[in-house]
C-alpha cells in the first residue's frame, strides 16, 4: 500500500501555482455541479476565468464553492489540494485586468471557455466572467515517494477485509 501524508500549507499554495487546471463543485438545491475550469492563484484568492452560463448562475444564487487541483504522475505518485470557499464575480475593473492577465498566462486561448460553436451546434455569445474565490478551507494530501507498494487488497468472505 502506499501511504499518504498531509500536505503543509507551503506545499498546497505551490500546488496551486504550479497547476492551473482544476475541477470547480458548486451546488443549487441540493444539486451538486462540478466543471473543469483554468485558474490562477494569487494568494490569497484563486481566479476563474469563464463565460455566461450555469455555473456562473449557480455561484451568483450560492457562492460557496470547492476547487479540486490534482497532480498525478501515476497510481504511486500524486498530490491533490481541496480549496472551499465563496465564489464572487470581479466586477472591479483593476482586478478584472489583472486577474484576466494571470489566468491568460496559463491559458492564452481562454479555452474551453471562449468557443464560438458547441458539439450541438448552439451558438451563444461569450460574455466573460471573471470569479474569484477567497479561501476559508485548504487542504491537501499526497502520497508518499517511495512508499511500500507491493500490499494488496484481499477481499475477506467473512465480512472484513485483509490487507497482505
Known amino acids: 500500500m502506499i501511504e499518504i501524508e498531509e500536505m503543509r500549507r507551503e506545499d498546497m499554495k505551490e500546488l496551486l501555482r504550479e497547476v492551473g487546471y482544476a475541477h470547480l463543485g458548486c451546488s443549487l438545491d441540493d444539486q451538486p455541479y462540478v466543471v473543469p475550469v483554468h485558474y490562477a492563484y494569487k494568494e490569497p484568492f484563486v481566479y476563474v476565468y469563464t463565460t455566461e452560463g450555469k455555473k456562473a448562475e449557480i455561484i451568483r444564487e450560492n457562492p460557496k464553492v470547492c476547487l479540486q487541483v490534482e497532480n498525478v504522475v501515476?497510481?504511486?505518485?500524486?498530490?491533490?489540494?481541496?480549496?472551499?470557499?465563496?465564489?464572487?464575480?470581479?466586477?472591479?475593473?483593476?482586478?478584472?485586468?489583472?486577474?484576466?492577465?494571470?489566468?491568460?498566462?496559463?491559458?492564452?486561448?481562454?479555452t474551453p471557455a471562449v468557443s464560438i460553436r458547441w458539439m450541438d451546434s448552439w451558438v451563444r455569445e461569450n460574455i466573460e466572467v471573471v470569479l474569484r474565490i477567497e479561501p476559508a478551507l485548504m487542504t491537501g494530501r499526497a502520497s508518499v515517494p517511495e512508499s511500500d507498494s507491493s500490499a494488496q487488497f484481499v477481499p475477506n468472505e467473512g465480512g472484513k477485509d485483509v490487507i497482505l
Do not use: M
Not at 480549496?83 to 491559458?107: C, H
Open 74 to 110: 501515476d497510481n504511486r505518485s500524486w498530490r491533490s489540494v481541496i480549496v472551499s470557499g465563496e465564489a464572487s464575480q470581479v466586477v472591479n475593473e483593476e482586478e478584472r485586468e489583472e486577474a484576466l492577465e494571470l489566468i491568460a498566462k496559463i491559458n492564452p486561448t481562454l
